[in-house]
Every structure is written in C-alpha cells, then in structure tokens.
T-cell receptor, first 115, second 110 residues
Framework: DTGVSQNPRHKITKRGQNVTFRCDPI?????LYWYRQTLGQGPEFLTY????????KSRLLSDRFSAERPKGSFSTLEIQRTEQGDSAMYLC?????????????FGPGTRLTVT | DAKTTQPPSMDCAEGRAANLPCNHS???????VYWYRQIHSQGPQYIIH???NNETNEMASLIITEDRKSSTLILPHATLRDTAVYYC???????????FGAGTTVTVRA
C-alpha cells in the first residue's frame, strides 16, 4: 500500500454513460498525475496537477475527459459519453514536488470496462 | 518516440541475480535513468534512479555505463515476488511526467 487510494477499483458501464473516478493522494504531496494503461502497454500520461492547478493535459485527453483537483487534495477524473475504446486501467499517482527525487507513488488503479 | 529499449521478456531462477538491460543511446546530459516495476494488478512502483554513478538501495542496484548509453538493473537475489514488468525510463529530474515503454516482463521461477 503506497498511501494513494483510488475508488472504485472496478467499474463496468454501458457505452454512452458517464463515469467518475476518485483519487486520494498522499496527504502532503502537492503533485498529482493521471495515467491510462491498456492491456499489454505501459501507462500513458493523461494530465497533471500542482496543488489545484491543472498544468498539462495530454492529447490523449479528449473533450469527453475532465479532471479536477479542488483545494489541492483529492482528484476526480470524469469520462462523459464513454466509448469502448475508453476501457483501460486508470492510474493515479502523487509526488512531493520539492524533492530532487520526484518519485511518483501510484495507486492501485481503477479498471474501467465499457460494454 | 521511445527513448529506451528493453528486451520484452526474461526468466530468472529464484535466489539468483536478475540482470535487466536497458539501452538509452540518445540520453542527454541532464536526463536521469529511472526504474519502476509493476506487479500484476498493481500500480507501478519506484525502484531506483541514477544519473551517472552506480546506485544501490534495499531493492536493487543500478549500473550505468560510462558513456551513459545503457544501464543494467540488478535484483541481487530474485524471489517469486519479483515477478513483474520492469520499466526503464529516462527523464529530466524535474520533468513531471513519466514516459513508460512496454518494459521487460520478468518471470522468476522456483
């Protein structure tokens, strides 16, 4: 257990429905990241927050995706009008940005299946 | 575009050292080599990182060649719990995102 929690762990939804995932980072970490991982591939960067500010979004993050981090604490990732191609593991990570190490601590992920 | 090249898979005997190679021939002077691993159904886990000197911690050793074009992660006494996908990543230390490749699937056999 890294201290980063994600909920739910699994989500099955029908195509066209909206889904929301939550990530609770390690409490003192000011940086929070979202990644997506499809079967057999390494994780791909989606977006990044420093405190409450969303500083970058990957081109993988289409208009159907939105992420928030109110008050610089937990974060949510919402996918609107889900498509079968959205099926993947969604990983959240956090880090303490002031250290040289910049080690990222990952949560266990939320596995999304779109039917 | 991939900055690292790793073999897709390798086997290792339990109790023996596992040596995982990584090529990063285009690495820049300000880029570090990081290793993460991902055990099945878990998120990636940091292992070790280095710039040009060899590094060792409680999990592994990292050997970086003098020209920094390649490196080797060494798990000194592999156990069954070390079975995982191992990712070699090069990044500038204050680059916020990690760029994962496909990694090396390491299977430790009893």
């Amino acid at each position: 257990d890294t201290g980063v929690s994600q909920n739910p762990r699994h989500k099955i939804t029908k195509r066209g429905q909206n889904v929301t995932f939550r990530c609770d980072p390690i409490s003192e970490h000011n940086r929070l990241y979202w990644y997506r991982q499809t079967l057999g591939q390494g994780p791909e960067f989606l977006t990044y927050f420093q405190n409450e500010a969303q500083l970058e979004k990957s081109r993988l993050l289409s208009d159907r995706f939105s992420a928030e981090r109110p008050k610089g604490s937990f974060s949510t990732l919402e996918i609107q009008r889900t498509e079968q191609g959205d099926s993947a593991m969604y990983l959240c990570a956090s880090s303490l940005g002031q250290t040289e190490l910049y080690e990222q601590y990952f949560g266990p992920g939320t596995r999304l299946t779109v039917t | 575009d991939a900055k690292t090249t790793q073999p897709p898979s390798m086997d290792c005997a339990e109790g023996r050292a596992a040596n995982l190679p990584c090529n990063h021939s285009t690495i820049s002077g300000n880029e570090y080599v990081y290793w993460y691993r991902q055990i099945h159904s878990q998120g990636p886990q940091y292992i070790i990182h280095g710039l040009k000197n060899n590094e060792t911690n409680e999990m592994a050793s990292l050997i970086i060649t003098e020209d920094r074009k390649s490196s080797t992660l060494i798990l000194p006494h592999a156990t069954l719990r070390d079975t995982a996908v191992y990712y070699c990543i090069v990044r500038v230390v204050d680059d916020y995102k990690l760029s994962f490749g496909a990694g090396t699937t390491v299977t430790v056999r009893a």
